[in-house]
């Protein structure tokens, strides 16, 4: 039972790229969700899927994109990335309360 | 303002010191609170969870909630050196698909001395 994956772990990216980054749980949990996390900021919410089939905007959404392939997956999409995109990125799931995180992607935009 | 401000030290104790870490927030929807521990490059791990207001004790971990206040803390006993980490403090609304869609905290550095 490995919880939350995520891949990469780290990423560095030119002004304009764009990638995807993966994640999956094997939790059979039905939500799943994106943040990001940078300095002096905590945690902010990108995206979510309440379930399979569904996404919702969070907090800081622009600039991305998400895909809920199946129950198990949930991919996030820069697809012309900027220098303000350059933070640590985690997925999480839930089924009930609380979320449990991935272990993160460190991406850097230059 | 923000919607949870946290403290963010750094706090530095002595081991076996009791730490107390404390948040305060705005938005009177919130029901469900937690507090996450980070390591180092790490994924932030669930250490507690509670609903509404009231206490919580887990080993050295006791979780408080005080609605009326919009106060909530979390207090270590006997601090050890593997406690060192930054711990954040996150909440939701909750319902139906809200559970995960949480506000944290700025995050607490803690560092317990041997």
């Known amino acids: 039972n490995a919880g939350v994956t995520q891949t990469p772990k780290f990423q560095v990216l030119k002004t304009g790229q764009s990638m995807t980054l993966q994640c999956a749980q094997d939790m059979n949990h039905n939500s799943m969700y994106w943040y990001r996390q940078d300095p002096g900021m905590g945690l902010r919410l990108i995206y979510y899927s309440a379930s399979e089939g569904t996404t919702d905007k969070g907090e800081v959404p622009n600039g991305y994109n998400v895909s809920r392939l199946n129950k198990r997956e949930f991919s996030l999409r820069l697809e012309s990335a900027a220098p303000s995109q350059t933070s640590v990125y985690f997925c999480?799931?839930?089924?009930?309360?609380?979320?449990?995180f991935g272990p993160g992607t460190r991406l850097t935009v230059t | 303002q923000k919607e949870v401000e946290q403290d963010p030290g750094p706090l530095s104790v002595p081991e076996g010191a009791i730490v107390s870490l404390n948040c305060t927030y705005s938005?009177?929807?919130?029901?469900?609170f937690m507090w996450y521990r980070q390591y180092s490059r790490k994924g932030p791990e669930l250490l507690m969870y509670t609903y509404s207001s009231g206490n919580k004790e887990d080993g050295r971990f006791t979780a408080q909630v005080d609605k009326s206040s919009k106060y909530i803390s979390l207090f270590i006993r006997d601090s050890q050196p593997s406690d060192s980490a930054t711990y954040l403090c996150?909440?939701?609304?909750?319902?139906?698909?809200?559970?995960?869609?949480?506000?944290f905290g700025q995050g607490t550095i803690l560092t317990v001395h041997p």
């Open positions: 996150a909440m939701s609304a909750g319902g139906g698909t809200s559970y995960g869609k949480l506000t």
């Open positions: 999480a799931s839930s089924e009930a309360y609380e979320p449990y």
């Open positions: 938005n009177s929807a919130f029901q469900y």
